[in-house]
T-cell receptor, first 112, second 117 residues
């Protein structure tokens, strides 16, 4: 079955530093979604990537999907305490099953 | 406002009891999902449903049951057969793209924290 692995598992950075979170799939991704979760709450959708080589940005967060559609990265520029939380990548399964799976998550802490 | 609502926010269960978690959405989404999240871990899929009266097991369905009698509702029952039910449970819904065979981004409820006492 398809699995999503994220790295690193946790990250502590000083405010103002850049950081990157990676998401790797065992199979070709049909759709890749990035979410953020504050502790003890639901997930907030950040961005969706579908095409190989696609890149999207929102404020200081940029997400990319590689050409083979098996790896995605989330990059935060000039991190702020408000960026702290758990970042998860999610993927929609290919046709026929409609499963929606998630990565293992990356816990981000930003020190002021 | 459209959204997805989970209730209750906190739930306590005695060992050996069944308990049902509620999930309701008014987004007119076809697909609904239940996930379990343990401390420091990602989301694991319990059950999912694409249409009314149909649902499939996810990766960790043992000890859980669901029903999908209405499009807007997808309750999850945690049975006494679930050995370690204490966790954070998240419900989600999404649009299924006709003819494309995949779901768009998922919308999440605020979660239910279940504790066995």
């Amino acid at each position: 079955s398809q699995e999503l692995e994220q790295s690193p598992q946790s990250l502590i950075v000083q405010e103002g530093k850049n950081l990157t979170i990676n998401c790797t799939s065992s199979k070709t991704l049909y759709g890749l979604y990035w979410y953020k979760q504050k502790y003890g709450e639901g997930l907030i959708f950040l961005m969706m990537l579908q095409k190989g080589g696609e890149e999207k940005s929102h404020e200081k967060i940029t997400a990319k999907l590689d050409e083979k559609k098996q790896q995605s990265s989330l990059h935060i520029t000039a991190s702020q305490p408000s960026h702290a939380g758990i970042y998860l990548c999610g993927a929609a399964a290919t046709s026929g099953t409609y499963k929606y799976i998630f990565g293992t998550g990356t816990r981000l802490k930003v020190l002021a | 406002d459209g959204g997805i609502t989970q209730s209750p926010k906190y739930l306590f269960r005695k060992e050996g009891q069944n308990v049902t978690l509620s999930c309701e959405q008014n987004l007119n989404h076809d697909a609904m999902y239940w996930y379990r999240q343990d401390p420091g871990q990602g989301l694991r899929l319990i059950y999912y449903s694409q249409i009314v009266n149909d649902f499939q097991k996810g990766d960790i369905a043992e000890g859980y049951s669901v029903s999908r009698e209405k499009k807007e509702s997808f309750p999850l029952t945690v049975t006494s057969a679930q050995k370690n039910p204490t966790a954070f449970y998240l419900c989600a819904s999404s649009i299924v793209v006709p003819g494309q065979g995949f779901s768009t981004e998922a919308f999440f409820g605020q979660g239910t924290r279940l504790t066995v006492v």
